[in-house]
């Protein structure tokens, strides 16, 4: 979805090393989520934020942070990265306001592989 | 852990042919939608069926959801090449928060 941008889309790294993916939305949604994404195992939630002063853990946060700058942007930081967190990542939107449901807009991907 | 075991994790089938993918959980849902995602791309809701719903339709699309056993089915009619694709199914269980089953890889052969 074009609404939801990431960058960078491919990152090879070292371990040890201090990475950072951004997520962008023009959807001006006010929830946003970052997920990762392993070969068997579906989506599994690192981080998610309902609003510009609420962040909150998901299922997988250890050794990652997040920063949310502003309600269109939704940083994943790796303080340093190690092998096993080579994976593809996605950002998420949505907006549960005025009675629609919380479905999510996907940006379309990072690719981080940590050597 | 995940909330949702989806079955089967891959189906090959010709086009033209009805292609059918279960997703169980297990705890009580808000609601539960389906996502497809083409080979290493990003995530395209597809439906979203609420907790007091029992079936739906979109187009080809057709989902059911059973809370007394805890599962849900989609339904593609009339397969298509380009629906090649993993589908996922995805449970509301807190106010926001979605569960993501493992997929099921779907090839549709000309």
């Known amino acids: 979805d074009a609404d939801v941008t990431q960058t960078p889309r491919n990152r090879i790294t070292k371990t040890g090393k201090r990475i950072m993916l951004e997520c962008s939305q023009t959807?001006?949604?006010?929830?946003m989520y970052w997920y990762r994404q392993d070969p068997g195992l579906g989506l599994r939630l690192i981080y998610y934020?309902?609003?510009?002063?609420?962040?909150n853990k998901g299922e997988i946060s250890d050794g990652y942070s997040v920063s949310r700058q502003a309600q269109a942007k939704f940083s994943l930081s790796l303080e340093s990265a190690i092998p096993n967190q080579t994976a593809l990542y996605f950002c998420a939107t949505s907006d549960p306001s005025g009675g629609r449901t919380d479905t999510q807009y996907f940006g379309p991907g990072t690719r981080l592989t940590v050597l | 852990s995940q909330q949702g075991e989806e079955d089967p994790q891959a189906l090959s089938i010709q086009e033209g042919e009805n292609a059918t993918m279960n997703c169980s959980y297990k705890?009580?849902?808000?609601?539960l939608q389906w996502y497809r995602q083409n080979s290493g791309r990003g995530l395209v809701h597809l439906i979203l069926?609420?907790?007091?719903?029992r079936e739906k339709h979109s187009g080809r699309l057709r989902v059911t959801l059973d809370t007394s056993k805890k599962s849900s089915s989609l339904l593609i009619t009339a397969s298509r090449a380009a629906d090649t694709a993993s589908y996922f199914c995805?449970?509301?269980?807190?106010?926001?928060?979605?569960?993501f089953g493992q997929g099921t890889e779907l090839s549709v052969k000309p």
């Open positions: 069926i609420r907790s007091n719903e």
């Open positions: 995805a449970t509301d269980v807190t106010q926001g928060k979605l569960i």
């Open positions: 959807k001006g949604h006010d929830r």
């Open positions: 705890t009580s849902i808000n609601n």
């Open positions: 934020s309902f609003d510009v002063k609420d962040i």
